[in-house]
């Protein structure tokens, strides 16, 4: 059972930085598109930012020239830099990963159990 495991909330001040970092652990045969998600309080789940196995990037325009999103496949792990952070910025941020099954014909998703990102005024 493949696990994807966050780190590096927490709480910053306005203007303040983290880095997010996800990591997937099992049995691994390959992981295409990698990805972040925030929601919010009382808000749905929105995307921040997703990245292509081959490292193509895509950043919503709300966080474009704040946020990077980068990868290292040897290690199956995605990071958010996250620069210049706004407290509508805050909300609950989990990694995605669409992994490819036994095979490889075949993909199926896996989501992060989600850390905290509070940016206080």
């Known amino acids: 059972q493949v696990q994807l495991v966050e780190s590096g909330g927490g709480s910053v001040e306005a203007g303040g930085s983290l880095r997010l970092s996800c990591a997937a652990s099992?049995?691994?045969?390959?992981?295409?598109?990698m990805g972040w998600y925030r929601q919010a309080p009382g808000k749905q789940r929105e995307l921040v930012a997703t990245?292509?196995?081959?490292?193509?990037?895509n950043v919503v325009e709300s966080v474009k020239g704040r946020f990077s999103i980068s990868r290292d496949n040897a290690k199956n792990t995605v990071y958010l830099q996250m620069n210049s952070l706004k407290p509508e910025d805050t909300g609950v941020y989990s990694c995605?990963?669409?992994?490819?099954?036994?095979?490889?014909?075949?993909?199926?998703?896996?989501w992060g159990q989600g850390t905290q990102v509070t940016v206080s005024s």
């Open positions: 995605h990963a669409e992994l490819l099954a036994p095979g490889l014909s075949r993909t199926y998703d896996r």
């Open positions: 099992g049995i691994i045969y390959g992981i295409n598109n």
């Open positions: 990245i292509s196995r081959g490292g193509s990037t």
